[in-house]
């Protein structure tokens, strides 16, 4: 008798249709065993971007003395060389091709720099911007080179194959086309970028201490990520706010 109510009942718990009052009977169980969180429990957002990302082979380089800001993606073949700085924002994706920030050059905020396979010209693919070199806020830079000392102003675009020659200026919202060449010394403007003017010896005098005084300030960003700064205060104010002991 007992063998035969024992297989009723696995019968009855292992069927698909549960007995209205059964299954009653297990909800009001598994209510009962809620599991409440601790008092001192962190809720921690694990939803940050990463900053370096590798592909393949490849990982991108920073030099020890170069600032890249916290939400700055790095991908693939990048290169950030030393006293360059990329600011907040920007995206430099190295997937297809090279792409290198030369000694004291900045690519400011929400900058986007890309290299192409090929490049329709038959130039050089990689992204290459050498010493001394000023990117403003939202420029778009694609498989082009900029030579030292020169000047992109923001929301530019540089396409494919184009090449800025040295101590030059883009003004901006410049557009220059594929396969363009920007000679030594003048200021373009325009979409498409047009010939405006030749600079003066004063002008590109200037050009390299723009940069410098932007690597002056990329200091500044850079120290509060060092040991010695002042972060660990905040911290500490943070802790005893919850009531952790230091």
């Given at each position: 008798m007992a063998a035969a109510l024992a297989r009723i009942s696995r019968k009855a718990l292992s069927s698909t249709h549960l007995n209205p009052v059964l299954q009653r009977t297990l909800a009001t169980q598994a209510a009962s065993k809620t599991i409440t969180e601790s008092a001192d429990r962190l809720r921690w957002d694990y939803r940050g971007q990463r900053k370096i990302i590798p592909l393949g082979q490849w990982l991108p380089k920073i030099a020890v003395d170069a600032y890249v800001a916290p939400n700055v993606v790095l991908a693939g073949q990048v290169t950030v060389y030393d006293g360059a700085s990329v600011w907040a924002g920007s995206v430099l994706r190295g997937d297809l091709n090279k792409i290198s920030v030369g000694f004291c050059s900045n690519v400011q905020e929400r900058c986007v720099l890309h290299a192409a396979w090929s490049s329709p010209t038959g130039l050089p693919a990689e992204t290459s911007i050498d010493r001394f070199v000023t990117v403003g806020t939202y420029s778009l830079l694609r498989s082009?080179?900029?030579?030292?000392?020169?000047?992109?102003?923001?929301?530019?675009?540089?396409?494919?194959?184009?090449?800025?020659?040295?101590?030059?200026?883009?003004?901006?919202?410049?557009?220059?086309?594929?396969?363009?060449?920007?000679?030594?010394?003048?200021?373009?403007?325009?979409?498409?970028?047009?010939?405006?003017?030749?600079?003066?010896?004063?002008?590109?005098?200037?050009?390299?201490?723009?940069?410098?005084?932007?690597?002056?300030?990329?200091?500044?960003?850079?120290?509060?990520?060092?040991?010695?700064?002042?972060?660990?205060?905040?911290?500490?104010?943070?802790?005893?706010?919850?009531?952790?002991?230091?």
């Open positions: 082009c080179t900029v030579e030292p000392e020169c000047i992109i102003g923001q929301h530019s675009i540089l396409m494919e194959g184009s090449l800025v020659e040295t101590q030059s200026i883009l003004e901006a919202g410049s557009v220059v086309p594929p396969g363009r060449r920007i000679p030594t010394g003048e200021l373009w403007a325009g979409n498409p970028a047009r010939f405006v003017r030749t600079l003066t010896h004063e002008e590109t005098l200037e050009i390299p201490k723009l940069a410098v005084a932007i690597n002056d300030l990329s200091k500044e960003h850079f120290s509060e990520f060092l040991p010695y700064s002042t972060v660990y205060l905040e911290v500490e104010k943070f802790k005893k706010s919850l009531g952790i002991s230091i």
